[in-house]
Nanobody
Framework: QVQLVESGGGLVLAGGSLRLSCAAS????????MGWYRQAPGKQRELVAA???????NYADSVKGRFTISRDSAKNTVYLQMNSLKPEDTAVYYC???????????????WGQGTQVTVSS
């Protein structure tokens, strides 16, 4: 079994910063990609940022230049540094990791429980 635990959400004023963390635990053999999605009320879940096990990153256009994704593979942890936050960044943020557990031959997507980020104007 694999669990993803997120932390770091909260309420912040526009222009402020937050740092999200997501740590995976369990019988983990390897992790290929890690990423963050978000879902605002009444909207579909969308990709915010992703990072491969080689360090390649991908960002939504709306967050480029403001958000930075990083990973600590030794800790099975992915981070999302969010700067210059805007009210439209308000959403529930979910992390996801592609995990291969011991005994398996493929990677499976696992998701965190979600953490609320609210940006007030």
């Amino acid at each position: 079994q694999v669990q993803l635990v997120e932390s770091g959400g909260g309420l912040v004023l526009a222009g402020g910063s937050l740092r999200l963390s997501c740590a995976a635990s369990g019988t983990i053999f390897s992790i290929n990609y890690m990423g963050w999605y978000r879902q605002a009320p009444g909207k579909q879940r969308e990709l915010v940022a992703a990072i491969s096990n080689g360090g390649s990153t991908n960002y939504a256009d709306s967050v480029k230049g403001r958000f930075t994704i990083s990973r600590d593979s030794a800790k099975n942890t992915v981070y999302l540094q969010m700067n210059s936050l805007k009210p439209e960044d308000t959403a529930v943020y979910y992390c996801t990791q592609g995990v291969r557990i011991y005994g398996a031959t493929w990677h499976k997507d696992y998701w965190g429980q979600g953490t609320q980020v609210t940006v007030s104007s």
